[in-house]
């Protein structure tokens, strides 16, 4: 099930009495749930028919207990089950008798934080009792592009081309990151419903703050100790360590690309035709491929492709597989 299915679901005034919720894009998960909030509640949501429980300190002995309580001021009640996915198989077994017969006066939303890939056995169990809806980062130019005038409608903002171009360049794919930044924007803005390329850049790239194009150019400088700040700072917003990776991968292909164009003479037009950015975002694109010789972009895809590998298949710690790279790759660079 789509969340678009979901809305016209709730416009046409159908809540399902079980819901699985799960993916990490918490920003688009979280305003999936206040729409059925305002489905349930229209006048407002009642906090006694509202009910938030954590799989971490809970169990399906109290699930049950707060879906079977008797709703106070409305005709149904809302039942919220955060981190689901800690919950095992005999826990599981323990509510299998009410998701196969969920009360209609109770809406039962599990929230999980699951992959569709490595968890695909889980999800297609649960999908066996009810609508199961995928909250994924934005992955690309384009779910990154639509993603990110989705978060500006919702302030009655919209973004010019090239300003969009240059989100997707800078804030990569985590949604968290992207919608703390649309927000930005939009205080921002003020009363301009327009947003443009220089406010991306005053706003979210002003003052050298952490974004993947500083990072890179920090490493690209040698200035290893203002990429390691650069990090710190890009993770502490919350975003995982594999999406850090990821963007600095998508960086250096944008670079990459630039010095394979600028050893073809090719000029400064075409390789922005070629990088789909605005013109200034494509100037510094050039200005950090001028420092990267030819010979060592293999290398750096190396080191890359290592610290993903040791990422994904161990318990190493993120933070320093990362910093790890950053140190190698300001001594290829020098």
Known sequence: MAVDDLKKSLAGGVIAPLYFFYGDNEPALEEAIRLITAALFPGGAAELDIRQLNAQSQGPGDILQAVRTISFFSRKKLVIVRQAHHFKAPQWDQLKAYLKKPLGSCCLIFVLLLDEKKDKARLEALKKFGPALAFQNPKGDRQIAQFVKAQLARYG?????????YCGAILGESAQVIAGEVEKLALYCGERTAVEAADVDEVVCGGGRGTIFNLVDAVGQGRLEQSLELLGGILGSGVHPLVVLKMIARQFRLIGTARLMLNQNEPSSRIGQRLRLP?????????????WPAERLGAVFEEIFAASSLTKSSRADGRIVLERLLLRLTELRA
């Open 157 to 165: 903002k919209t973004i010019a081309p090239d300003a969009l171009a």
């Open 279 to 291: 013109e200034f975002v494509v100037k510094g694109i050039m200005q950090q491929a001028r420092g």
